[in-house]
């Protein structure tokens, strides 16, 4: 039997039907971190059984990216090597996927992951299940290496002849020949892999810029009731991270709780949506952005506590003194509806929400345009804080938007972008010996050409090609460049 006043703290707002809910979305939130636990124990109990008769092999389980019922970051604790499935669907951004592959990563401490699945053709699952293009297996394999994988796998070895998955892609497929054009592709990558791999493995990557994900605000935000369903927490985080991609700007995926310590080793931290703040939380933001550091927040951000209960005193709660703002309203759009958004160099849409901001001495770089009431009032704003500075972003702002408000913070904080062609992406992992390892990849089925004088010098280690200005990539190619 549950003892409710036991389970969140009492609330009283003087109606009985209020107090219900708020109990009720306390115990959600509740239900969902023992859901977290209760699995994790599962898998602590197993590896625990294994322990007791071998003492020296590495145990894992394979996560599922984005997945939304667990806490990786609790899960990663608990495991000697963090390793995830990668089934991208046939519409999925390659955006989405390398950040994906970050967010492996970030929970394991930086470390390299194992990729321990994807599948070398097709997925079963989808409405809809494309074979995969040429060449495009092996791009996803190398961009797994390129954010930090040191294993890359595959199921099926061999595809099964019934139950639900026998339409999944196999290396063996059901004619069981090594002649189809399958097996050559994954044979050749697993060349590759044996000849350069051991070079790789190892070698870390390194960034001045941090993306929160959290979980708890995963499962509040999805959770509201309103002010919209049109809420996708990662896609969010997403909205944020692919402006940073596109500028081949390296990422590390951090946990809302990271301490003052490690957050301070990066000049630019970003939480988007961050609906729930755990305790702690603002007060470390604020220390961090005292002291120097850059900080981006915006919609949505800092409305409920760690028991799924609204902060009182306005929006964006614990967070508003570091951002300088009151949010009054937070109005909800249409699927399909879009807001305007103007300022020195935004020119863009905002969709699903738009903050209603009264600034408290932050100052304002962006308006609402349009025919709403609240035309004129602020859409984006930074506010001084200490020797740092805090943006708050008040609607989610389209591709175009993002990149335009994220420019110019790139460009102060000098993190050394790099533009290459549409869909090619450039990822450097950093080995010992001062030795980099630049990945240059072609995400499309186009042909790409390029010039990156950064990497002039460098050897193409597949091919043994020195770089020297112009660099063609095939469809879903991937030079795997070694510089000094």
């Given at each position: 039997m549950y003892d409710w006043g036991d389970v969140v703290p009492p609330v009283s707002y003087g109606d009985g039907i209020s107090d219900a809910k708020c109990v009720v979305s306390g115990l959600q939130m509740d239900y969902r971190r023992f859901q977290n636990q209760a699995q994790l124990a599962c898998y602590?109990?197993?590896?625990?059984?294994i322990r007791a008769y071998d003492a020296a092999t590495p145990i894992t389980t394979n996560l599922m990216?984005?997945?939304?019922?667990l806490d990786y970051f609790e899960w990663a604790k608990e495991m000697d090597v963090v390793s995830w499935d990668n089934y991208p669907g046939m519409d999925t951004p390659p955006s989405f996927t390398a950040m994906c592959h970050?967010?492996?990563?970030?929970?394991?401490?930086?470390?390299?992951?194992?990729?321990?699945?994807q599948t070398p053709n097709q997925q079963n699952w989808f409405p809809f299940c494309k074979v995969k293009q040429p060449g495009e297996v092996r791009k996803l394999s190398w961009q797994a290496v390129a954010h930090g994988a040191d294993t890359v796998r595959f199921f099926?070895?061999?595809?099964?002849?019934?139950?639900?998955?026998r339409f999944h892609g196999a290396v063996i497929a059901h004619d069981g020949t090594e002649e189809s054009r399958v097996f050559k592709e994954t044979a050749a990558l697993g060349e590759e892999l044996d000849r350069i791999g051991r070079r790789i493995m190892g070698s870390r990557i390194e960034s001045r810029v941090a993306i929160m994900f959290d979980w708890q605000s995963y499962w509040s935000l999805e959770g509201c009731v309103g002010p919209t369903t049109g809420f996708n927490y990662p896609n969010e985080v997403h909205r944020f991270y692919r402006a940073l991609w596109r500028r081949n700007v390296p990422v590390d995926m951090i946990a809302s709780t990271t301490p003052l310590a490690r957050l301070s080793q990066y000049d630019l931290a970003i939480a988007p949506a961050l609906i729930t703040v755990l305790p702690g939380v603002a007060e470390t933001l604020e220390a961090y952005v005292a002291d120097g550091?850059?900080?981006?927040?915006?919609y949505m951000a800092g409305i409920h506590d760690e028991h799924d209960l609204v902060v009182p005193g306005g929006y964006p709660g614990?967070?508003?003194?570091?951002?300088?703002?009151?949010?009054?309203e937070i109005d909800a759009l249409a699927p399909g509806e879009t807001i305007e958004v103007h300022g020195g160099t935004v020119d863009a849409k905002g969709e699903i929400v738009a903050s209603i901001i009264h600034r408290e001495g932050a100052e304002r770089l962006a308006t609402y345009g349009g025919d709403e009431f609240y035309a004129g009032h602020s859409a984006l704003t930074v506010n001084a804080y200490g020797k740092g500075k805090a943006y708050f972003v008040g609607t989610p702002l389209d591709e175009t938007g993002m990149s335009a408000f994220m420019a110019p913070i790139i460009k102060e904080l000098d993190?050394?972008?790099l533009d290459t062609p549409e869909d090619v992406s450039l990822s450097v992992r950093y080995g010992d010996g001062g030795t980099r390892y630049a990945f240059l990849i072609n995400n499309s089925a186009a042909d790409k050409r390029l010039c990156l004088s950064e990497l002039n010098g460098g050897t193409e280690l597949l091919t043994g090609t020195v770089i020297n200005d112009l660099i063609e990539l095939k469809p879903y190619g991937v030079d795997v460049i070694a510089l000094r």
């Open positions: 602590t109990n197993e590896r625990d059984a990216g984005t997945f939304k019922d970050d967010l492996m990563r970030g929970i394991g401490g930086n470390k390299p992951f194992m990729l321990m699945e099926q070895m061999k595809q099964s002849l019934g139950g639900c998955e550091g850059t900080f981006i927040t915006g614990k967070l508003r003194r570091l951002m300088g703002v009151w949010v009054e993190l050394k972008s």
